[in-house]
T-cell receptor, first 111, second 112 residues
Framework: NAGVTQTPKFRVLKTGQSMTLLCAQDMNHEYMYWYRQDPGMGLRLIHYSVGEGTTAKGEVPDGYNVSRLKKQNFLLGLESAAPSQTSVYFC??????????FGNGTRLTVT | QQPVQSPQAVILREGEDAVINCSSSKALYSVHWYRQKHGEAPVFLMILLKGGEQKGHEKISASFNEKKQQSSLYLTASQLSYSGTYFC?????????????FGQGTILTVHP
């Protein structure tokens, strides 16, 4: 059972470039989330989804977009990357909607 | 508003006890505790719902004081495997779904 899988694990972007992070879960969870983690800041919610075809803004949504076309996948997009988006990104999913099951993270560096 | 965890870091010898506190300025519905080892994903430890009930997980337990808007995580007879960063996540309940607001984390290091 894979749980929550994030791809890629590492990525380096130049300022202004775009990219998409993929999160896939095989637990049939309704709820999915994207968090970012920065030193001394804990985890901050970017966007979340309460079901296929739905998305909503979290605490720090600016500069990011998301899509949930299939129940098992939740995509996080950066249209024009900025150095302030250098972070570790965690995807999570849940059933009820808690507790959260986290993926192993994507380390993104924007130069 | 982000909950405040204290202390920021704790260093223990195996077998010693520790307490990690999590305080909020907002009314709480539930408190969630996660542990993250270096380079890994956070892992769920326990949830405490409104009502103050103390939950346990092996030698790790927690309490939730609604009046004080505070939760405490108790680690007794610590083991090397307890090392990591502990996060509390707070939910306001209602339509907030899984919108947890996490504290900044407490780094726990257990030495032999």
């Amino acid at each position: 059972n894979a749980g929550v899988t994030q791809t890629p694990k590492f990525r380096v972007l130049k300022t202004g470039q775009s990219m998409t992070l993929l999160c896939a879960q095989d637990m049939n969870h309704e709820y999915m989330y994207w968090y970012r983690q920065d030193p001394g800041m804990g985890l901050r919610l970017i966007h979340y989804s309460v079901g296929e075809g739905t998305t909503a803004k979290g605490e720090v949504p600016d500069g990011y977009n998301v899509s949930r076309l299939k129940k098992q996948n939740f995509l996080l997009g950066l249209e024009s990357a900025a150095p302030s988006q250098t972070s570790v990104y965690f995807c999570a999913s849940s059933y009820s909607p808690l507790p959260l099951h986290f993926g192993n993270g994507t380390r993104l560096t924007v130069t | 508003q982000q909950p405040v965890q204290s202390p920021q870091a704790v260093i223990l010898r195996e077998g010693e006890d520790a307490v990690i506190n999590c305080s909020s300025s907002k009314a709480l519905y539930s408190v969630h505790w996660y542990r993250q080892k270096h380079g890994e994903a956070p892992v769920f430890l326990m949830i405490l719902l409104k009502g103050g009930e103390q939950k346990g997980h092996e030698k790790i337990s927690a309490s939730f004081n609604e009046k004080k808007q505070q939760s405490s995580l108790y680690l007794t007879a610590s083991q090397l495997s307890y090392s990591g960063t502990y996060f509390c996540g707070l939910s306001a309940g209602g339509t907030s779904y899984g919108k947890l607001t996490f504290g900044q984390g407490t780094i726990l290091t257990v030495h032999p």
